[in-house]
């Protein structure tokens, strides 16, 4: 199994410009999570998907982020226009809900550094 | 609603010294907890989960936590520290749906 895959590991850009960010599930998961880790904020939670549909995204800063899922098996997280304030390291993590809640735990990817100049 | 607060942004300790992070959770509904660790330039990593069997579980590295519902605890600990142990630490509450809340972190220094 090759675990959650997130990619770019880096990126650079500046600002104004569209950044999409990518992340694929761990095979058989149900459940993609969006977080954003900064060293003022913490790890915080941007929005969340069961079977694709997105349940929560009240974490979502504002309307220039937005997500998808267009398959089961991946997701977009894309920020438009960016700005330096963005600068963070996002994090995807999946797992797999059966109706028992969170028990299972989450496996997260290595994580996006975005730097938005 | 639920909250998990952890007591001590940064602990140092010793090589060969106990650990102990600190972690007390609130939660309305009998809770599942987690302990995830991360590396720097790395993702989170579970640690160890409690879902309700054994109130002492043991994880990875040689890391265990207690459950104590009458304290609202979750403590991490691990009796001899190493140096490859230094990280950040953080402890997770969830419950009956998919969300897991997030305490803000503990930075585990280990000095020889």
């Known amino acids: 199994d090759a675990g959650v895959i997130q990619s770019p590991r880096h990126e650079v850009t500046e600002m104004g410009q569209e950044v999409t960010l990518r992340c694929k599930l761990i095979s058989g998961h149900n459940s993609l999570f969006w977080y954003r880790q900064t060293m003022m904020r913490g790890l915080e939670l941007l929005i969340y998907f ?52 969170a028990g299972y735990g989450y496996t997260f990817g290595s994580g996006t550094r975005l730097t938005v100049v | ?27 309305s509904v009998p809770p599942y907890l987690f302990w995830y660790v991360q590396y720097p330039n ?28 009458s304290e609202t605890s979750f403590h991490l600990t691990k009796p001899s520290a190493h140096m490859s142990d230094a990280a950040e630490y953080f402890c997770a509450v969830g419950s009956n749906t998919d969300k897991l809340i997030f305490g803000t972190g503990t930075r585990l220094q280990v000095f020889p």
Not at chain 1, 68 to 85: C, D, G, H, V, Y
């Open chain 1, 50 to 101: 069961n079977n694709n549909v997105p349940i929560d995204d009240s974490g979502m800063p504002e309307d220039r982020f937005s997500a998808k899922m267009p398959n089961a098996s991946f997701s977009t997280l894309k920020i438009q226009p960016s700005e330096p304030r963005d600068s963070a390291v996002y994090f995807c993590a999946s797992s797999l809900a059966l109706g028992q809640g």
């Open chain 2, 1 to 27: 609603a639920q909250s998990v607060t952890q007591l001590g942004s940064h602990v140092s300790v010793s090589e060969g010294a106990l650990v102990l992070l600190r972690c007390n959770y609130s939660s």
């Open chain 2, 42 to 69: 790395q993702g989170l990593q579970l640690l160890l989960k409690y879902t309700s069997a054994a109130t002492l579980v043991k994880g990875i590295n040689g890391f265990e936590a207690e459950f104590k519902k």
